[in-house]
């Protein structure tokens, strides 16, 4: 009975956030890549609205004693199970009724077929929504694991930290989540199974592993240096990852526009195209994935359990997610520049 309705837990979940997304105000913003008529694709977004409903719905859950804010943690492994399962049916409900691309159909049903599916008359857009469920499950699933060690070991700073930490990516994903609508998820991938059980199941359960795995472990040591350590590395990175980011964004929405009031926008250009080699875009190609990098690196840090072998997957898994990213982007970006790619790169 209790795996039933940790299982059901994240279906629940999901029909509570779109409901949410659904009914709360939201902004129209106009996107980087081009709709179905030609014209660049317009969204609704909430996220951030959504996501303090969602939290502060949970803690009201518990203040009513209605849900315990534990219960992700105790039905951990059915409610991990049942966002599995969610994210298998999504994919293949998606992916199944489109036309295939002419690959294999593993090829389809793990890349998807379908570019920017929008649902509800265009008010719900797939990938905006998967990347609000990832988020909002995250940040549960994060307090919950939190709540418990705090009910079983006290206050411990390392864990604050890393929570908190985890919030600041989190908050700060949802502030700047019109300038996401400009990322290589948003204009180069199909929603198949790596973007749909990748945010509806790997997201917002899998980034918590490190909280998961040592929400039952004694012997909680984490010196006042590691913790200084594990926030100046994860500050550090936040800057390189949101600061390019963020110049990227204006360069593209206002070319003219001096970052900070500090980087003017110095260009490679062949007449028509340009592209961006001053500040952060000076630094390296992809100076923003360090920066996420870094930024695993300083939440592993803070959780105070060096030693253990298990969060440091979660840095680890960046890795292999950029890494390979790098190459495709670099890739593509030969291909639409042309030289003026290898003018940059140089
Ligand atoms: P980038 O932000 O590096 O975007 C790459 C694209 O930017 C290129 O395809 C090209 O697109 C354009 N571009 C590249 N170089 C230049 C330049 N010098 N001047 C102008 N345009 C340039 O990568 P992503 O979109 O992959 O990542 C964006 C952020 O999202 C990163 O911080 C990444 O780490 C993060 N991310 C986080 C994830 C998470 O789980 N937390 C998952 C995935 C991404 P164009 O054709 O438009 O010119």
Same mark, same amino acid.
């Given at each position: 009975m209790?795996?039933?309705?940790g299982f ?5 979940l999901?029909?509570?956030i779109?409901i ?8 129209h913003?106009e ?11 317009r969204?609704?977004?909430n996220?951030m609205?959504?996501f303090?409903?969602? $939290? ?6 518990d ?6 804010a534990?219960?992700l ?7 991990a199970?049942?966002a599995?399962?969610?994210g298998?049916?999504?994919?293949f409900?998606?992916v199944?009724?489109?036309p295939s ?10 890349l998807?077929?379908?570019k ?22 995250l940040?549960?699933?994060?307090l919950?694991?939190a ?9 411990e ?7 908190g930490m ?5 908050l700060?994903?949802l502030?700047?989540e019109?300038v ?5 998820d948003?204009?180069?991938e199909n929603?198949g ?16 592993v490190?909280l998961?795995?040592?929400a039952?472990?004694?012997g ?11 926030? $100046? ?13 963020m110049?990227k964004?204006?360069?593209k ?8 009031g500090?980087?003017?926008?110095e ?10 080699c ?7 190609r992809?100076?923003n994935?360090l920066?996420e ?8 840090l803070a ?9 440091w ?5 960046y890795v ?14 030969a291909e639409?520049?042309?030289?003026l790619?290898?003018e940059y790169?140089?």
């Amino acid at each position: 009975m209790s795996l039933l309705a940790g299982f059901l837990t994240p279906w629940i979940l999901c029909l509570a956030i779109l409901i949410l997304h659904l009914v709360l105000p939201a902004r129209h913003v106009e996107g980087y890549v081009d709709g179905p008529d030609g014209k660049k694709l317009r969204y609704r977004l909430n996220g951030m609205l959504v996501f303090l409903v969602c $939290i502060a719905g949970w803690f009201a859950l518990d203040h009513f004693e209605i849900l315990r804010a534990t219960w992700l943690y105790e039905e951990r492994v059915g409610s991990a199970l049942g966002a599995i399962v969610m994210g298998l049916v999504f994919s293949f409900a998606l992916v199944l009724p489109a036309p295939s691309s002419g690959k294999s159909f593993a090829a389809d049903f793990f890349l998807g077929r379908l570019k920017n599916p929008q649902f509800f008359s265009n008010r719900v857009d797939a990938k905006m929504f998967l990347y609000l469920f990832g988020a909002a499950v995250l940040g549960l699933n994060l307090l919950s694991f939190a709540m418990h060690r705090y009910q079983r070991f006290g206050f411990e700073p390392g864990i604050a930290l890393h929570v908190g930490m985890f919030f600041w990516f989190l908050l700060d994903y949802l502030t700047f989540e019109r300038v996401h609508l400009y990322t290589y998820d948003i204009f180069a991938e199909n929603v198949g199974f790596k973007l749909g059980w990748g945010c509806l199941a790997f997201y917002p359960y899998f980034y918590a592993v490190g909280l998961w795995s040592v929400a039952d472990l004694e012997g909680y040591s984490a010196p006042t240096w590691q913790l200084a350590l594990a926030a $100046i590395t994860f500050f550090a990175g936040w800057c390189c990852a949101r600061g390019a980011n963020m110049q990227k964004f204006y360069f593209k929405t206002d070319p003219d526009h001096v970052f900070l009031g500090v980087f003017k926008p110095e260009v490679v250009t062949d007449g028509q195209r340009s592209l961006l080699c001053s500040g952060f875009w000076g630094v390296s190609r992809h100076v923003n994935y360090l920066g996420e990098i870094l930024m695993a690196t300083g939440l592993t840090l803070a959780l105070g359990f060096i030693t253990e072998p298990w969060p440091w997957l979660y840095p680890l898994y960046y890795v292999a997610l950029l890494v390979p990213r790098q190459f495709d982007d670099d890739k593509r970006c030969a291909e639409k520049y042309g030289p003026l790619w290898d003018e940059y790169v140089k």
